[in-house]
């Protein structure tokens, strides 16, 4: 009950008093007027709850950061009596669109549908309920307020934003998901290069019996030298990382940045991991882009809440990492701690692409950052950076080429 609720039980109670120590006509009709006006108001505020429904609808389902779509809802009002003070609060969540759908409705008019719409632009990424609305409702004298609670299982996806890079450069592999290489370890026996003459101290499962029959000699089969390419993904999830990214643009650009080239090494038909560490750690894999949606909802759920710095989980990673995988990491400052493990890494015969995604230009004091930069490419570890106003595509894509590295 409200504030008028409360004197209005006050005057009521006085009335009744006035009535009984009175006595006569008009004290009476007063208490009865009273009594009259409470009991409307209580059962009006009881039916306009029982009638009222609310209707959302969306244009879009899924859509991705930096798009735009239209949300809106109906109250319709299936009551004989009108709602004759409403108010609306339907606040969507901060980290979708920074917008807030509320106001006040005066009346609503018996069987009158109410059309509201709103225009958001999505700016983070995530699985957001856009079903709720909470309308609370005053009789005409305001003095009962009801609130009712709509709950529409309507939930809309928004996506990071993904960019087609072209090209690439990804060392040990190549655009065909494998790479030539010059270890007789690496040979790939379902694919024969050549035939030649049998030799000492060659294979016998290696002689061509068919070329031998027809030739009356010996040969044997060279099969072609071949290594499939392996490339997984670890994302600097320390929460310690994020600590000045107060409007969440930093996150948004390093999961761009990890979608648009997880994707295109899955396009290349790459084997491909990403190494969830920011929570629980399990790894999603594939090796065409029909796996994409998998990284993709992984990449959806990114909140950077880790533990461990982004050296650490490297640490801890890098014995589990077979020989000849490319490691991509994206991070977010390049300490001396995180330079010193990726050398380490090296250390290993295991590539490092090491992407870095910065939130402004360095401090010019902030030597380090460039001897780091500096010694990561002398030990042929690729570097690069991106901003927040970066166009990726720029940054990343390179000119056609296959490059082949030995360790």
């Given at each position: ?8 039980i006050g ?30 108001s ?12 609310c209707f ?6 899924e ?22 003070y409403g108010?609306i ?14 106001g006040?409705?005066?009346m ?16 983070h ?7 709720r609305?909470r309308?609370?409702i005053?009789d005409?004298?305001?003095l009962?307020?009801?609130t ?6 309507l ?21 065909f998901g494998?790479?030539?290489?010059s270890?007789?370890?690496?040979e790939?026996f ?15 499962k290696k ?5 031998s ?8 089969k060279?099969?072609?030298?071949s ?5 997984l ?5 320390y ?15 390093v ?12 396009s ?8 969830c ?16 949606q998998?990284f993709?909802?992984?990449l ?8 461990l710095?982004?050296?650490?989980v ?30 380490n890494?090296?250390?290993?015969r ?9 939130l402004?230009?360095?401090d ?5 950052v ?36 030995k360790?």
């Amino acid at each position: 009950m409200l504030r008028n609720g409360k004197i209005f039980i006050g005057l009521l109670l006085i009335s009744f008093v006035f009535a009984l120590l009175a006595g006569g006509i008009l004290p009476y009709l007063i208490l009865k007027i009273l009594l009259l006006i409470l009991f409307f108001s209580y059962m009006s505020i009881r039916i306009n709850k029982k009638n009222l429904a609310c209707f959302f609808y969306i244009d879009k389902k899924e859509v991705m950061v930096g798009d735009s779509l239209t949300l809106g809802y109906k109250l319709n009002n299936t009551s004989i009596l009108p709602v004759a003070y409403g108010e609306i609060d339907c606040k969507i969540a901060s980290r979708l669109g920074n917008t807030t759908i509320s106001g006040e409705i005066k009346m609503i008019n018996p069987l009158e549908l109410v059309n509201i719409q709103r225009q958001i632009q999505c700016i983070h990424r995530g699985v957001y309920p856009v079903g709720r609305l909470r309308l609370k409702i005053r009789d005409i004298f305001h003095l009962f307020e009801e609130t009712i609670d709509f709950n529409n299982q309507l939930e809309l996806k928004v996506y990071p934003r993904i960019f087609q890079i072209k090209r690439m450069t990804i060392p040990a592999a190549e655009f065909f998901g494998n790479v030539s290489v010059s270890q007789n370890t690496y040979e790939d026996f379902s694919s024969i290069e050549s035939i030649r003459k049998y030799a000492p101290g060659d294979p016998v499962k290696k002689i061509h019996w068919k070329a031998s029959a027809k030739s009356g000699d010996l040969y044997v089969k060279n099969y072609e030298l071949s290594a499939n390419a392996s490339i997984l993904f670890i994302i600097d999830g320390y929460h310690g990382s994020y600590r000045n990214d107060v409007d969440g643009r930093l996150e948004e650009k390093v999961i761009e940045v990890a979608g648009s080239v997880i994707r295109h090494c899955l396009s290349k038909n790459l084997n491909t991991s990403l190494a969830c560490t920011w929570r629980e750690r399990n790894t999603i894999g594939g090796k065409d882009v029909s796996k994409f949606q998998l990284f993709l909802t992984a990449l959806m759920d990114f909140i950077p809440e880790g533990n461990l710095p982004i050296e650490k989980v490297l640490e801890r990673e890098k014995n589990m990492v077979p020989w000849g995988t490319t490691l991509i990491v994206l991070a977010v400052y390049l300490t001396k701690e995180l330079c010193d493990e990726i050398l380490n890494l090296r250390r290993k015969r295991i590539h490092v692409i090491l992407i870095l995604i910065k939130l402004k230009q360095e401090d010019a004091m902030d030597m380090y950052v460039y001897h780091g930069e500096s010694l990561l490419r002398e030990k042929k570890v690729i570097v690069h950076k991106v901003y927040l106003d970066s166009d990726i595509r720029e940054i990343l894509e390179d000119e056609p080429c296959i490059q082949s590295r030995k360790a």
